[in-house]
Structures are given as C-alpha cells and as structure tokens.
C-alpha cells in the first residue's frame, strides 16, 4: 500500500517533470495546446478526451506546470491557445501583456490541510499543526500565497515551502512530512492515501481559476471553443466532481 | 582579452588556428555566449544594489556556496578513489560499475530527489532506520542539500579523473614500486601529482555542477530560506513573480562563480 503510494508520488512527479518541455508546438491541424495550473492537472485530462470524443479530428495537448511559470511562457512568446491560471494574478500579468484579453473564472479551489489516511497525529484544525513536520507551497505560487496569510496568523512554518502544490502533496504522499497544506482538489485526487481536513481559516483565501483564449493562438477558433467549453454544465460536472467549487 | 595570452608575433603564426576549427569553435561559442548576453540584455541594473543588500539573498548565496565547497570535499574524498578503481582496478563487472557511476549524469534530477527520499526519507531503508533509532531526519536539512548535490555532481569529478588515470604512464607507477615504494607511497607520491590537472578539472566541474543544481535539491531538501534555499531555489522562486529579479539573481550566481573559478585557476596555473 505505502510502496504503491510511494511509486504513485514518483510516477506523478515524473510525468509533472516531463510536461515542463512537451506540448508547446501548435499547428492548424486541429490541435488546441492549453497550458494549465498543475491543480489542474485531474480534472483538464478528462475534460480534454471528453472535448476530443465530441470534437472529431481535435487533438488537445496540455502543458501543466505552475501557473506562474505558465503566465511567464505565455509573456514571453511561446505558442499556445488557452491559458487557464489557478489565480487571479497570473492571469492579470497574461492580460496586463496583450496576450489575453477578457478571461472568466470558471472554479473555484479553498485550502485544506492533507494528512496521511485515518489521521494518524489527530489533526483537526490549524492549530494541531503546532509540532508537526508539514509543508506548504512557497508564497510565491497562488497554493503558498492563500497558505501564507493563514499561517502567519496562527504563528506556524512550515519545514519547507514546496515550488508547487503537486510537489507539495508528494512530499506527504511520500511520508516525509505529517500534513501538507493543499488545495481541497489535489486531496480528492489522493483519495485513499490522505485525508483531507478543513480549516475555517482557508474561507478568507479562495482561490479563484480564470481561464481565456489567448491573443495569438495558433488555433483562435478552437481556443475559443475550448475555453467556453470549460464554462459549460459537462466540464463544470467534472470539475465539481473533482473537488472545485463553482464559478 | 587575457593579456596573459598574449604571445610574440612568431609563436602566434605558428599556432595559428586551422579554419576547419576555427569556423564551428566560434558558432559554438556564440551559441553558448548568446543566451548570457540575452540576460545581460534584461538585466534591470539599478535594481542590483537593493537586490545584493537583501539578507535572504546573501542567505541563498552563503548557502550555496558553502553546500557546493562541501559536496566538492566531499566528491574528493570518495570520488577519486572510485576513479582510481574504475582506472586501475583489475575486477569483474567493472565497465557495468562504470556505467552505474555515471547513472546520476543521466537521471533527471527531480527523479534523483526522490531516489535518495527513497533511500534517505523518514521511510526510507537507510533514513527509516535513522529516524527510528536516533530522530534523525535527513530531508528539509542543509545534509540534505550536500547529500542531492554530492549524488548529481560527483560523477562529474569521477569521469574526470578516471579519464586523467588512464592517460597517465602506468611505467612510473611501476618504476616507484620497483624502487620499494609501498602502493599507497606510490599513489599520494607518484599518481595523484600525475592526474593533478584532471583531479583538479573534475572539481571544478563538480564544484560547478552542485552550484547549479535545482531538481534533486528542491526535491529531496525542499526549500526552506537559510537551511535549504539555495541560489537556483531562489532563482526559481523568484522567476514565479518577478522575472526581472530571476535574472538579477542569477547573474549574481554567475558573477560570483566565474570569480571564484578564473583566481583559483590563476593561482593553480601560476604555480611550477
């Protein structure tokens, strides 16, 4: 159980490590390229191959990576059709460039605190985590931003501040820390491994996921598409299923 | 350029480059040149004092070099004998030793961090076992930053110094101990000032390499300011929100290693 959780955090960070260089190249041929907040990740997968089974001849590749990261490529020139960010300043740096024009939130993600299966250390808020080895993600990317406010508040640092949400959970998928602080979506997708455990602190910093089609899309028509196809009832479905919160 | 470089017109001529190599050694070194000049281009230059005055920037730069001068010691003490091994060692599977050794040369580095989380994790088979009997945890510690930058770097040293071994004359090794000297005698006295230049090659790169090292130390140590946060760890932080300040802190990076690279190797060509 554990070895195959251990090889499940591997295998997710090596794939994660692999999309980095991947699914820039866009051409007209039916082929729509999104790059997407890691936290994405689940949920954009299904919504793709459900996109491509109703849309025949469309191929759409994904680049998932942070969605600072992914709003740098995009300022700085790299090809692609939609941008769907995990926050509200990524996308604001897309828009403040010319590269995108009006973006629409279509999900929502709050905080929760990870622990592994059953709650071994008996975590029940914020303040459990007094003690406990647990990691968050740096400020710097929206999972650490939403992090750091509650966790000042409650006078807790963590022992590592991760580059992304993903890499954060792995660090507990991995048994290395007792509870990382994710997004409610990436504990759902670890379903069995870890619980997930709510904290009312994590209300006052919601992250908000806006998506848009992207100025010079290779492909305008299907970016276009896409993007209004995520704010439609079948990819809401999948998103709600995942764990995000409407819109 | 180097006025050190600068020779008599006579011996210049004589040494002068053959086109054929001449043509690709400058495409080369314009591709790797370009993209340092790239950098300096968006370099936002007024920013530099207020960046080098920030006391988690000098954090991450003392940090850095500190855990790359530790992996270099350390990648000495037991990369040089596995090079001598690997060079002089009369024994079965030695190529497949050899083609493990360089298996860190090859490996992503994230997937490195979580080999050695594997082996030196709370649950891995050595860090279990520390854990356990002493509360001893390796990751998220400056340990484990040498420990990530010793697995990716000292291959390089290896390689370097295995390739130094085998170009050096076996004979004077083979004088020396006909002459009584003991093997060890003939190893400190006769073998290492032979390979010296590739010995101290190899830790340069290897020095090099852990200073740039990102994937296996940000997964295995993560990135705590001051204890794990490296240079390249702030660089990468840094490129999530401002790329400006990305690129101001790796031109640090660079400045400081291309100082402490070209006065140790004054100092070490200067000598006899």
Excluded at chain 1, 227 to 242: G, H, M, P
Aim: glycine letters at 8%.
């Amino acid at each position: 159980m554990r070895a195959k959780g251990i090889l499940a955090a591997a295998a997710a960070f090596v794939s994660l490590a692999a999309c980095g260089t991947g699914g820039a190249e866009a051409g007209s041929d039916g082929t729509v390229t999104v790059l997407a907040a890691a936290s994405l990740t689940e949920a954009f997968t299904e919504i793709g191959s459900q996109f491509e089974t109703e849309h025949e001849g469309v191929t759409v590749e994904f680049n998932f990576a942070a969605s600072s990261d992914l709003a740098a490529q995009i300022t700085e020139g790299a090809p692609a059709d939609v941008f769907a960010s995990a926050d509200e300043s990524n996308m604001d740096k897309v828009v403040a460039a010319g590269a995108a024009a009006a973006p629409d939130t279509f999900a929502r993600n709050q905080l929760v605190i990870a622990v592994p299966a059953g709650n071994p250390e008996g975590v029940t808020g914020l303040a459990d985590l007094a003690g406990l080895d647990f990691a968050a993600c740096a400020e710097e990317v929206p999972c650490g931003a939403a992090a750091q406010t509650a966790l000042q508040d409650a006078g807790l640092a963590p022992v590592t501040y991760e580059a992304d949400v993903k890499s954060t959970l792995q660090k507990l998928l991995l048994g290395e820390v007792d509870a990382a602080l994710v997004y409610r979506t990436d504990a759902i997708a670890a379903e069995g491994e870890v619980d997930a455990v709510d904290f009312p602190e994590s209300a006052a910093t919601v992250n908000a996921y806006p998506i848009a089609a992207l100025e010079d899309a290779p492909n305008p028509d299907l970016a276009a598409e896409f993007a209004a196809y995520v704010l439609a009832d079948d990819a809401q479905a999948i998103l709600r299923a995942a764990g995000f919160q409407a819109p | 350029m180097n006025t050190r470089n600068a020779m008599p017109a006579k011996r210049a001529r004589r040494r002068r480059v053959p086109a054929a190599l001449l043509a690709p050694a400058v495409i080369g070194l314009v591709f790797l040149v370009l993209p340092l000049l790239g950098l300096l281009a968006r370099t936002p230059w007024t920013e530099l004092p207020a960046r080098l005055a920030e006391p988690e920037m000098l954090a991450a730069l003392r940090l850095s070099l500190l855990t790359a001068s530790m992996t270099t010691v350390l990648s000495l003490c037991f990369g040089v004998p596995i090079a001598w091994l690997l060079a002089r060692g009369e024994f079965p599977g030695r190529s497949v030793l050899r083609a493990l050794v360089t298996v860190p040369l090859v490996l992503p580095p994230v997937v490195g961090g979580v080999a050695l989380l594997l082996v030196f994790g709370r649950n891995g088979i050595i860090g279990s076992w520390l854990y356990e009997r002493f509360d001893v945890t390796i990751p998220f510690s400056t340990t484990a930053v040498v420990l990530a930058m010793t697995f990716v770097s000292m291959p390089f040293l290896i390689v370097s110094v295995e390739g130094a071994l085998r170009g050096a004359d076996i004979r004077f090794e083979e004088a020396a101990a006909t002459l009584g000297a003991g093997r060890w005698t003939v190893f400190t006295h006769v073998t290492l000032p032979m390979v010296a230049p590739g010995v101290l090659a190899g830790a340069v790169l290897c020095w090099a390499r852990a200073l740039g090292e990102f994937g296996a130390t940000i997964t295995f140590a993560g990135n705590f300011p001051g204890r794990t946060q490296t240079m390249p760890l702030a660089v990468y932080l840094a490129l999530q929100t401002d790329l400006e300040a990305a690129i101001v802190l790796s031109l640090i990076l660079l400045a400081v290693s291309v100082i402490v690279l070209a006065s140790l190797r004054d100092r070490w060509t200067a000598a006899p």
